[in-house]
């Protein structure tokens, strides 16, 4: 068992997080409760839940919207760190797609494929503090077609930040805890509902890593205005976020065996880490991959949009909105496979991103009778440069580098492209009302042209390459069976287009590799989903249930080769088919006197449809199951709210994953125990004052949280696995003005 970490609390004016009033045009909790916290898609025609703000609120400050949602079905998250927000091992998956196959946006701004190898987006950490987001939409299927996203195989997530209603206020908190975490937040509100609106925070993180050297921290500033102008209402949004995180060591089994979970990094041991790059190593470490020097993820992000709400008439709606996103980024790793060329035996290797995308997205509807017609589109050009590069040592005994800020003055360039993306959609969509039935008909296409230009262009792939698909149908139906019950179900096609990337995709590979591809007509993934589900929701009881089957189509597959830090070029190519087939249920009941219950199971069946054929060899992966899928996730939590005391015990099962696609490596199942208790008083302010103590993993489970951080193989052990964060308190003072 780890030892406590003393909770200690700042005497100062810090304030609670009260939740505000989302936009009209936002997702907004229904149902007789207002304590209600997930709701389950009333009168949608796919499975589709929202979560409120109240989520977030009742979680350790901090955590990752990401992390809030993996209560629900099918939702499978998982991070090293206590809060979700260490991206190299955030990683999210539905329905047996990975978070490359997941589609994002915020206040419907895209967000690209969520890869922690920048190209294309951010993550949701990056783009809103967690405490500004009113809302997050989760659709298990592939989500609304007029989302932008051209990668939504699988799921769809929104967010949409909160909107300001209750006037002049401030609201900030303060949170001190486990490993010396550190968190202030503050956000001054301004306007009514109505009327001229919106608020300006800014957030500082910082925590010492729970095993190893080093620290996670950021800073964020967000602000956003709304204008009324008539009848029209124009938006403006901004946020800035300054991100720093020293890694953890990627494990494997035998690691963990040989090592133990809380094995890591060498740093600030610089003196271990010469003498291991030299090969001399103190046991039980044995070779040049238990431990690095040091590693880190640096990002630098700037987004701003600014959109327009029009109606035009009575019957007509005009909506338009552009943005802009800037993002400097770079990843490091202390090699030891590449010398200083003054004779340090390691130096520190980057790979380096910028971004500078923008686009404009619209959309026009109106209502014709029965039907509510919406046509809309969406462009967006992205110059993304992405290079490897290598950084000396200042000497043996001196590092000279510090891995928590960018480095300059490269002693070699392996490889550096410029990237060009530009992507067209457009979708039409049609909603029937005929009483009790509510119909969805609708399709979307779109095509996308990458293009790799090399400035040193190493063993990779240079070229240009096309997806389109013009016709992704989907029909929807919604019968109401009384006030309270009602039946859905659905078919959605969609076509994944291919990124450009020097890490992942297509020119991810050698150019003989790349023109083997385009010779063969290589082909973008597809997906068809089918669903069908129940809801019921009335005083006491609210939940779904579902059943869906999706077809994966022409499965783009990258095995890597080598450890990670090698950065070997990747093998791309089809692999045929894979099928998914599932189960879904979720509840939350409501038994009064502030007391609630909530519960949600989900079964996928998830296996590859085809073996894999090589030139040398046939993988015999057919009847296997699809790796990091949980076939069983089982979430259950009972939670308490009075006027004083407030508080939740949530317990939170995932059966065994598989690591390999010949499924002869897995990691166990794992139950997870997270505790909140809280108490409110009335001190005269706004608000009422706030002191809430989060325990995450309460019985401290040593556990595998992260797997495929490295990619996956087709068999054996593998440096890809990240141990999952202990026993860690978090202690937080809430109020507002």
Known sequence: MRKFTALLLASAT?????????QSNTPTATGSDEQVIVVFGKGETRQVQDVTSKELLILAPGTSPLKAIEKLPSVNFQSADPFGTYEWSSRVSIRAFNQNQLAYTHDGIPLGDSSYGNNNGLHIGRAI???????TRVSQGSGSIGTQATNNLGGTLEFFSADNSDGFGVDANLTYGSENTMRAFTRVNFGEAGGLRGFISGVYHKADKWKGGGEQKNW??????????????????????????????????????????????????????????G???????????????????????????????????????????????????QGTWGTPYVPSPNGVPMSARTTEYDIQRGGVFGSLNTKLGDHDITVGGWYEHNDFTQARRFYAYQSNTVPGLDHTKFLTNPFFTQ???????????????????????????????????????????????????????????????????????????GFTQVTRAFVSSATSG????????????????????????????????????????????????????????????????????NVGNAKSVGFEAAGDVRLGGGITMFASYSYTGATYEDNVITPTATIAIKGKDVVDTPKHLLRGEVAYDSDTFFGRLGANYMSKRYFTYLNDQSVPARVLIDATLGYRFDAGMRTPVELQLNAVNLLDKQYVSTIGSNGFGNSGDNQTLLAGSPKQFFLTLKAGF
Request: charged letters at 20%.
């Open 415 to 489: 490889w550096l492209f410029d990237f060009n993306t530009d992507t067209l959609q457009y979708y039409v969509q049609d909603k029937i009302s005929l009483g009790d039935l509510t119909i969805n008909l609708g399709w979307k296409g779109f095509q996308v042209n990458n293009e790799a230009n090399p400035r040193i262009k190493g063993s990779l792939s240079a070229g240009a390459i096309k997806s389109q698909d013009w016709f992704q149908p989907h029909v929807g139906a919604a019968y109401k069976l009384n006030d309270k019950a009602e039946i859905f179900g």
């Open 220 to 277: 964020q500033v967000n602000a956003k205005a709304i204008v009324p102008v008539g009848a029209a209402e124009f938006d403006a949004y901004f946020s800035y976020s300054d991100r720093a995180e020293q890694d953890y060591q990627d494990l494997s089994l035998e690691m963990i065996n040989r090592l133990g979970y809380e094995h890591d990094n060498f740093f600030p041991n610089y003196a271990t880490a010469i003498a291991a790059a």
């Open 506 to 573: 297509p020119f991810a590979t050698t150019q003989a590799g790349f023109d083997a591809l385009i010779a063969r007509g290589l082909k973008p993934e597809g997906s068809d989903t089918f669903e069908l589900g129940a809801r019921y929701n009335d005083n006491v009881f609210n939940g779904v249930i579902a059943v869906y089957s999706v077809n994966f189509r022409n499965r783009l597959l990258g095995v890597q080769t080598g450890a990670g830090i090698v950065g070997n070029p990747a093998i791309l190519q």
């Open 14 to 22: 810090f304030a609670a997080v009260p939740a505000m009033a989302q």
């Open 279 to 329: 090969r001399k190593f103190v046991a039980p470490i044995n070779n040049l991959d238990d431990s690095y020097y040091d590693a880190s993820g640096l990002r630098k992000d700037l987004l701003t949009a600014y959109g327009l709400t029009a109606p035009l008439s009575d019957n007509v709606t005009f909506k338009i909105k552009a943005y802009y996103h800037n993002n400097t980024g």
């Open 129 to 135: 503090i967690s405490d500004n987001i009113g809302v």
